[in-house]
């Protein structure tokens, strides 16, 4: 159950009980419901917003968001609402705020909008990613305008694309017209003719258009009309007359678009073969007609003709003197005029004795004559009635009367003039017996191709039934079957299209949603696809609308496999960036290559901006991670003061290029140790003048107050000499400095016995005394203690330590000889202090507030502390010894002091750096627009995939700042999975990172 469901079921709950309600109780779920409103109602007008400006696709992304806003408008518009509002009221508390449902029904309408532009979208994006033409993207927006009509961006967008593409129009033609590609040119005729656009060619472009296209339609025509011309006259000359023929139908074609004048050579040279050809068309023609009027006249003889379509049928074949008439015909046609003449005079003679009959019966002739006379006058009555019947066709009906005539009067029945009649009629039986067998045999045969119910078979019988009705048919009701057997043929044809229609139909809508799922880089697929789409086109040619459904699948599919060659020119680019990674230089030139091989894309101007964006980020942080590897092979205390320098060298040279290294503090604290080593030594050139520290040191050392001043005890007192006291006699004589200068001395002259005991005796036996000064002990120890440090024996924050005891503990107490004069004593601990921290930022840190101490400290370092007499100077020497008291090393133990030394230089020699991140794989969309991490190994599993992004942002880095690394998702085996909030993040070309395995 969702938080926000909970808060309605709470409410509910409240409103359904019936016990008193605390105001605690109320407040529980009152305000998370206004909250929740609110919440709700904000991203309604962000996607408001958004729609508003013609922004569904990216309104309904929002919407979508981290949960879905219409399932939250859904739980929270519960039916209990206005009871809730008006019982709130009742604890006198405002009312929750209205959702913004008119808001909701706008995204909710929307969603229903964006369904069908789904597809055109998904092309639309495909050809952005793929960066396809100006042309094919066009057709795309303006089917996505027309299907999205009521927004106003897609318009706008395409007026856009159109004024681009009306600027490529101009040198495209020119060039397609300078390659002689005619095909292009009339793809860009077409184009521009075309009556869709929004931004209207111009005129001159249009004529400019069809100028070309002319021109290469007839310079192509030309050039054929030369080859023709050969192959024309090659054809006449081996009288090949299919060849011929076949040669003149494209010359004719290609004539007319050539344009010649009537004066051209090539004219003159093709005529005699197209005369030969024309003779020979005539001749075929002639020969036609004299078959057709050959068949004509054995039809009609056949038939039954009268003379005179047999004479002019005659005449229609006999004038072809070539060919003329075959004896067989000519004998069948005399032998039917024969016929027809002698049945003319029997007619003629019949008539003749029917008068004569009439008038011997008129004139009273003799019985004899009478007879005779009546006997022919009822034989030819007998043969008009049967030639009559035999003429209108009723050949059954004439059999019977003969039949009858022979049983009732034998004499006219045998009479010649009947018998001829009757000959004539069994001739005519036996020609319609055969007529009507092949009559049946005709619908017998259409009635089984029917049965069979295929296109062909049915479309066979028609023409059978065709053929029938001409040649066989014979009589009204013959005609009725076979038009009735037409009528039924026809239904079925007819019901055969449809299904055919219907089954094409369906597989056109099947190869439409499988090319819409295929695998663009297929191979064989596409191959398939384009095989079934051009058998549809086939079985569809006599369906105009699947026709054309047919032809825009296969244009759409050869598309594909245009797109596919292009997908894999394009595939082999990206495998050179895969190939690349782990090499920033060769991974810069993969990038660059791609956006120069495919210029103007989607992802090559993704790729520019990443190199010019983020190019310094990778390789800064490439760079920082080598100089932290340096600085973890060898810790920093181990670096000499030249290494020291060469890497703070280094590091400063990273940041002014590259900006800050983008991990933690830790580095800084190395570098910050590292400039202080690399002053130790005046090889490393950082000193003062080239001086490393210890040779100011060494300097400080040979003053002459330190290296060559000796000094007497006596009284109390301490007596300093530039020379060794003498002894003589028991009297020990110096000369004693007296001024700041050492340049004045007082002599004195004191008995042996006037040495104090504290006095340091001699371990030379020639001498008894030891007249060393303390500082000149501590330049031979400090003298010692650089030697070894120097030769890397001790450590500088050991040595330095130490000599800050030895100097301000008077050597531990351990020698009570050892007491330096407070005065010179601070000034040394001041030198010391100073050069030792400039040399350690371990000192630094923990002698720091000595440093400050002796800096505020207040004594007069200027007094005479020579002269043990001067007022001034021994009032100076115990200011001195106060602050000396206040300094770390005589208020803390020395074990103290050393273990915290110890503790600085552990955490510098093993510094904890955080994550450092590897380089794994790179950003990339596939042919599905889905993020991709092409990686050079599969990382572990789980591992978490980081950016490495400007600090503040793509548009650039916080001040003196690198960037930062920012997560994105995990890793399956070789396969990113990307957080819900990662999209922000994920740009084509970015370097992907995982954390390094220590």
């Not at 006259?233 to 344009?259: C, H, I, M, Y």
Request: glycine residues 6%; aromatic residues 6%; negative net charge.
């Amino acid at each position: 159950m969702s938080d926000y469901e909970q808060i309605v079921v709470g409410i509910q709950t409240i409103l359904a009980s019936a016990a008193a309600v605390s105001p605690e109780s109320l407040e529980e779920f009152r305000q998370p419901y206004v909250d929740a409103v609110v919440d709700v109602n904000e991203r309604l007008r962000e996607c408001d917003n958004l729609l508003q400006k013609g922004l569904r696709s990216e309104a309904i992304q929002l919407c979508d968001g981290e949960s879905d806003l219409l399932d939250a408008v859904r739980v929270l518009d519960f039916p209990e609402r206005d009871v809730w509002a008006e019982f709130v009221r009742q604890f006198r508390l405002p009312a929750p705020p209205q959702l913004l449902i008119d808001i909701a029904a706008d995204l909710n309408e929307a969603y229903d909008l964006e369904q069908p532009l789904s597809r055109l979208m998904r092309a639309h994006r495909l050809h952005a990613l793929a960066g396809s033409s100006l042309h094919q993207r066009i057709e795309v927006m303006r089917k996505l305008s027309e299907a999205d009509a009521g927004n106003p961006l897609w318009a706008a967008d395409l007026r856009e694309f159109e004024i681009a593409r009306l600027e490529q129009l101009p040198p495209e033609i020119e060039a397609a017209k300078s390659a002689g590609n005619l095909q292009v040119v009339a793809a860009l005729e077409k184009e521009v003719r075309a009556g869709h656009w929004l931004e209207t060619p111009p005129e001159t472009l249009v004529k400019k258009a069809a100028g070309a296209h002319t021109r290469l339609r007839q310079e192509k025509a030309c050039s054929e009309l030369v080859k023709i011309e050969v192959a024309l006259n090659a054809a006449w000359t081996d009288f090949d007359v299919p060849e011929g023929r076949r040669w003149r139908a494209q010359w004719k074609s290609r004539l007319t678009l050539a344009g010649l004048p009537s004066s051209d050579p090539l004219l003159e040279r093709a005529a005699p073969a197209l005369e030969w050809l024309d003779d020979q068309d005539q001749q075929e023609q002639d020969q036609a007609e004299h078959a057709a009027a050959i068949a004509g006249l054995e039809r009609a003889l056949d038939e039954n003709a009268p003379r005179e379509q047999l004479e002019r049928l005659y005449h229609a074949a006999a004038r072809f003197e070539e060919w003329g008439v075959s004896e067989t015909l000519e004998r069948r046609l005399s032998e039917r005029l024969r016929y027809l003449e002698e049945k003319e005079k029997r007619q003629r003679r019949l008539v003749v004795i029917g008068v004569l009959a009439v008038m011997l019966l008129a004139a009273g002739a003799t019985g004899a004559g009478v007879y005779f006379q009546t006997r022919s006058a009822t034989v030819a009555k007998h043969v008009a009635t049967l030639e009559n019947r035999i003429a209108g066709k009723h050949f059954a009906e004439a059999g019977r009367y003969a039949n009858d005539l022979k049983a009732s009067n034998l004499a006219a029945y045998q009479s010649p003039d009947f018998q001829a009649a009757l000959s004539e009629l069994r001739q005519l039986q036996t020609a319609e017996e055969s007529r009507r067998q092949r009559f049946d045999a005709a619908l017998a045969q259409a009635e089984q191709w029917l049965d069979e119910g295929a296109v062909a078979s049915v479309q066979d019988a028609i023409l059978l039934l065709n053929k029938t009705k001409k040649e066989l048919a014979n009589g009204d009701d013959e005609l009725r079957d076979i038009e009735s057997l037409e009528g039924r043929l026809r239904s079925k044809l007819n019901e055969l299209d449809a299904t055919e229609e219907t089954q094409i139909r369906e597989r056109l809508l099947d190869l439409a949603r499988r090319s819409d799922l295929a695998d663009p880089t297929d191979q064989r697929a596409l191959a398939k696809l384009l095989q079934e789409a051009k058998l549809l086109l086939n079985r569809s040619r006599k369906y105009p609308e699947l026709r054309d459904m047919a032809q825009g699948m296969r244009n759409n599919i050869e598309g594909m496999e245009e797109r596919r060659q292009e997908l894999l020119r394009i595939e082999a680019a990206l495998q050179k960036v895969t190939a690349s990674l782990g090499n920033h230089d060769r991974y810069v030139a993969a990038l660059r290559a791609f956006a120069n091989e495919f210029p103007g894309t989607s992802r090559a101007n993704a790729f520019d901006q990443i190199l010019a964006a983020e190019t310094n980020l990778w390789q800064g942080y490439s760079r920082w991670l080598a100089l932290v590897g340096e600085l973890t092979r060898q810790p920093v205390t181990e670096q000499t003061s030249a290494a020291a320098a060469a890497l703070v060298r280094k590091a400063a040279e990273l940041e002014e290029q590259f900006g800050r290294f983008p991990l933690n503090n830790t580095l800084d604290t190395l570098l910050d140790y590292l400039k202080t080593v690399a002053q130790r030594s005046g090889e490393s050139g950082v000193g003062e003048s080239g001086v490393g520290i210890v040779d100011e040191i060494r300097g400080i050392l040979e003053k002459t107050q330190i290296r060559d001043l000796y000094v007497v005890y006596t009284g109390g007192r301490k007596y300093y000499t530039r020379k060794e006291p003498r002894i003589t006699n028991n009297i020990v004589v110096f000369e004693a400095v007296t001024d700041t200068k050492l340049v004045k001395t007082k002599e004195y002259r004191l008995p042996k016995t006037a040495i104090s005991a504290e006095q340091p005796r001699s371990r030379v036996r020639v001498k008894e005394f030891n007249w060393q000064s303390p500082q000149q002990t501590f330049r031979a120890l400090m003298t010692d203690n650089l030697d070894d440090l120097e030769s890397r024996k001790t450590s500088w924050e050991k040595t330095f330590a130490l000599a800050l005891w030895t100097l301000t503990t008077d050597m531990g107490e351990k020698n009570p000889s050892f007491k330096m004069d407070p005065l010179l004593k601070i000034q040394l601990a001041a030198v010391l202090l100073k050069k030792g921290c400039r040399g350690s930022a371990v000192l630094a840190k923990i002698f720091g507030p000595d440093l400050a101490e002796l800096e505020k400290g207040r004594f007069n370092d200027a007094a005479n502390w020579f002269n043990p007499e001067d007022q001034a100077g021994r009032v100076a020497s115990e200011q001195a010894q106060v602050i000396m008291n206040k300094l770390t090393v005589l208020t803390q133990p020395a074990k103290g002091v050393a273990a915290e030394i110890n503790r600085g230089l552990a955490a510098l020699a093993s510094p904890n750096f955080g994550p450092r991140y590897q380089w794994v794989g790179w950003l990339r969309r596939d042919t599905r627009d889905q993020w991709r991490c092409p990686v050079s190994a599969p990382p572990a599993q789980g591992a978490t995939a980081y950016l490495l992004l400007n600090a503040g942002g793509d548009e650039g880095g916080d001040e003196g700042g690198m960037g930062r690394f920012t997560p994105i998702g995990t890793f399956s085996g070789s396969r990113l999975n990307l957080a819900p909030d990662a999209s922000g993040s994920l740009k084509e070309g970015r370097i992907v990172y995982i954390e390094q395995l220590r």
